[in-house]
């Protein structure tokens, strides 16, 4: 079974970026949305970001304008680029693949 692996996160200043990737761990696994979401201690998971294989794009409001996502298919990857993070998006950041393969998680957190 395909598995997801997330990498990326980590510990950094509020201003500061951040970027995530997720690797799919066969290379012969297609998946049509990509997407990242993410699960704030004592909050519900939420979408942060998805793309589908065509290049279309959607946000959650409060991130557009500071994470950009993109995928490689040919390296089935897809990156989450965060700048300008906030406290408020400390979370565990998933990776989903048609939201049917889950990665473990990374944890992002932002400090003041």
């Known amino acids: 079974q395909v598995q997801l692996v997330e990498s990326g996160g980590g510990l950094v200043q509020a201003g500061g970026s951040l970027r995530l990737s997720c690797a799919a761990s066969?290379?012969?696994?297609?998946?049509?949305?990509m997407g990242w979401y993410r699960q704030a201690p004592g909050k519900q998971r939420e979408l942060v970001a998805e793309?589908?294989?065509?290049?279309?794009?959607t946000y959650t409001n409060s991130v557009k304008g500071r994470f950009t996502i993109s995928r490689d298919n040919a390296k089935n990857t897809v990156y989450l680029q965060m700048n300008s993070l906030k406290p408020e998006d400390t979370a565990v950041y998933y990776c989903a693949a048609d939201l049917v393969v889950w990665g473990k998680g990374t944890l992002v957190t932002v400090s003041l």
């Open positions: 066969r290379s012969s696994f297609r998946a049509n949305v």
């Open positions: 793309i589908t294989r065509g290049g279309i794009i």
